[in-house]
């Protein structure tokens, strides 16, 4: 334990996800001890952040006007939204550079251990905008996990009465890796997702 307002900014980093306790230590000695790092820059950031910083009312995605970059974009195929639990997914998929849809981001994902049920995440709205006819196929991309495997059940079935298609990311053996450090589940699904090899004929 360290003195006063020291101690108090170690727990207040330490109350950020991922960061733990001697993260959170060091993050505030290197505040406390460089001197050119700016702390009133960080501080006006945050409360920028804090109050110009919003969802948009299309997909859900942090934007800084009613509307996300990526809705705004003419140049996106409308015909097809891919589903996300959460802001930081679409980064992940953008920076792919393979999808030129849109997407949908549902805030979480179905988890009764903490209380998310369907009714909490943004299905409705996405249901909204699957009712004028424009979307032609839906890829649900949730986690690979427990709840995300809950949650694209849980889509599917309700997306099933739309006629659309639904597809969902394939999971299996990452690249580079090795098949002996490979979990069940993971091998399990590789083989689900396995393709017959061109082999040029």
Known sequence: ?????????????????????????????????????????????LLVVRDQVRFCIECGNIADQERC????????????????????????????????GLYHVLGGAISPIDGVGPEQLRIRELLKRLADGTVEEVIIATDPNLEGEATATYLSRTLRTLDIPVSRLASGLPVGGDLEYADEVTLGR????RRLVDEGR
């Not at 974009?73 to 030129?100: G, H, M, Q, S, W």
Request: proline share 4%; glycine share 8%; net charge negative.
């Open 1 to 45: 334990m360290y003195e006063g307002i020291v101690q108090e900014l170690i727990d207040e980093l330490g109350r950020l996800p991922g960061v733990g306790p001697k993260s959170a230590q060091r993050i505030a000695f290197h505040i406390v001890q460089t001197e050119s790092f700016d702390v009133r820059r960080l501080g006006e950031l």
């Open 69 to 100: 970059n990526i809705c705004r974009d003419p140049r996106r195929n409308r015909a097809l939204i891919c589903v996300v639990e959460e802001a930081k997914d679409v980064v992940a998929i953008e920076r792919t550079r393979e999808f030129r």
């Open 190 to 193: 590789a083989f689900e997702g």
